[in-house]
């Protein structure tokens, strides 16, 4: 065999596909492999540069792969989806993944250790608990609704109405029953969400960085933990701007012939982290409205003016992510400066 330069791998449950080519860009390789012959494989080879496509167990393969010696980049899938050149398969995949991992300026995934995981793993159980309570309310509501009962607007209102319901004895006996049973499993996912959260600000606690970003109008402890183990390493990011864009909270970019055509925001990167900084920039919104602005900067005043709340939230969030990635790189402490139009405080 011809001596390979960089290989692409499609990876899958138990099959593997290769691409591997030589100095001259010609393809070499062509091999599909199972889980346990693709070790086999790796473990003879030297060291060589492999490309895998970010996904659920990439980050894993990548660890195991950089224990044998060789170099292994990650490429996030709608970066090599241009370079498929016809049709969709294995073989034509782990092509377009070794053009892809030759392009200079190609953009590729940090690899991950167990811990970061582990603390993504966490955050990720936590936000489907609280999708599993918000779908449990609202079917709550559905069927207290059917009975002519009403309860106030608010998650905190839930196990008022629970209780309610609980002591009216004009209900038939099978409803009651029903609800019973819907208190008991609102009651565990509660417990289950209160367990993590104190998990999450223990995990808090022990980061200084996090403590640091907690002090940013609109993150808090969840906020500033969200921005620790959902960003790599923020000084692969050029500048404030290039982190924010990285989240999906920049304009849309749809420029030709000299106009500069700008829409909505992205909606890239990670849509937890980004809620979560529009939800914490719409609570800042909202007390600098209520008290005409006291205690806000000049900057925010000057765009509630302008902008309506909605807007303004989501330009407050973009500048709290820069905020966030200053204080990351450099290690500085929040400073509030309220008298400078152009500072940073928000």
Not at 6 to 21: A, E, N, P, Y
Not at 248 to 263: A, M, N, V, Y
């Amino acid at each position: 065999m011809e001596q390979i330069i960089r290989i692409g791998m499609d990876t899958s449950k138990s099959v593997f596909q290769l691409h591997g080519v030589n100095a001259k860009e010609q393809p070499v390789l062509r091999r599909k492999l199972s889980r346990r012959e693709m070790v086999k494989f790796f473990e003879k080879l030297p060291p060589i540069e492999i490309a895998i496509e970010a996904c659920g167990a990439s980050h894993y393969w990548g660890r195991v792969l950089s224990c044998l010696g060789h170099t292994v980049k990650l490429i996030a899938p709608q970066l090599v989806k241009p370079y498929v050149k016809r049709g969709k398969n294995d073989a034509a995949d782990a092509e377009a993944l070794c053009e892809a991992m030759s392009r200079p300026t190609m953009r590729f995934v940090p690899l991950k250790s167990e811990e970061e995981q582990a603390a993504l793993m966490l955050i990720g159980m936590r936000a489907r608990l609280i999708r599993n309570r918000t779908q449990l309310a609202n079917t709550i509501r559905g069927y207290a609704a059917e009975f002519g009962i009403m309860a106030p607007k608010g998650m905190c209102r839930i196990e008022a109405l629970l209780d309610r319901i609980a002591a009216d004895e004009s209900l038939p006996t099978l409803t009651r029953e029903l609800f019973a049973l819907h208190a008991k499993e609102y009651a565990e996912l509660q417990g289950e969400i209160e367990q993590l959260e104190g998990k999450v600000m223990a995990w808090h606690r022990a980061n200084e960085c996090s403590q640091r970003l907690a002090k940013i109008p609109g993150v808090g402890p969840i906020g500033a933990a969200l921005l620790m183990m959902k960003t790599p390493d923020p000084h692969l990011f050029k500048s404030g701007r290039a982190f924010a864009a990285w989240i999906g909270l920049t304009p849309r970019d749809h420029s030709t012939g000299g106009k500069t055509r700008l829409g909505r925001i992205t909606r890239a990167g990670d849509e937890v982290l980004r809620s979560t900084l529009v939800v914490g920039a719409t609570a800042v919104v909202s007390h600098a409205r209520r008290t005409n602005g006291k205690n806000a900067s000049s900057w925010l005043r000057e765009l509630l003016e302008r902008k309506k709340p909605k807007l303004a939230a989501v330009a407050l969030a973009n500048k709290i992510a820069r905020i966030a990635w200053k204080l990351m790189v450099s290690g500085e402490h929040y400073k509030r400066l309220l008298q400078q139009p152009g500072a940073a405080a928000v």
